[in-house]
């Protein structure tokens, strides 16, 4: 089992700057991957931005350039530095995680943090 707690979001004028975190607990070292996701309403939830387990990143094209995504190990937390915010940033954005466990692979998501972004 994973657990995941999210913290960090909030309500930002447009051009500011927000760092989500994600505390991640228990099966540490089944996980393979990490990720951001976010869910505007009324649209599918998308992946923003991943880390893979030798530290590779992956972007979503809208956000290259203006998230990072980061992670400490000694701290077991991932972060999602978000800079030049949009008004389309506005979602909730859930922290998720892919590990691998004796049963198979399993997905793992947060509660979830709201990030509004004003215009």
């Known amino acids: 089992q994973v657990q995941l707690v999210e913290s960090g979001g909030g309500l930002v004028q447009a051009g500011g700057s927000l760092r989500l975190s994600c505390a991640v607990s228990?099966?540490?070292?089944?996980?393979?991957?990490m990720g951001w996701y976010r869910q505007a309403p009324g649209k599918q939830r998308e992946l923003a931005a991943a880390?893979?387990?030798?530290?590779?990143?992956n972007y979503a094209d809208s956000v290259k350039g203006r998230f990072t995504i980061s992670r400490n190990n000694a701290k077991n937390t991932v972060y999602l530095q978000m800079n030049s915010l949009k008004p389309e940033d506005t979602a909730v954005y859930y922290c998720?995680?892919?590990?691998?466990?004796?049963?198979?692979?399993?997905?793992?998501w947060g509660q979830g943090t709201q990030v509004t972004v004003s215009s």
């Open positions: 880390i893979i387990g030798g530290g590779s990143t």
């Open positions: 228990g099966s540490i070292s089944s996980i393979n991957a």
């Open positions: 998720h995680a892919e590990a691998w466990l004796s049963s198979g692979e399993y997905d793992y």
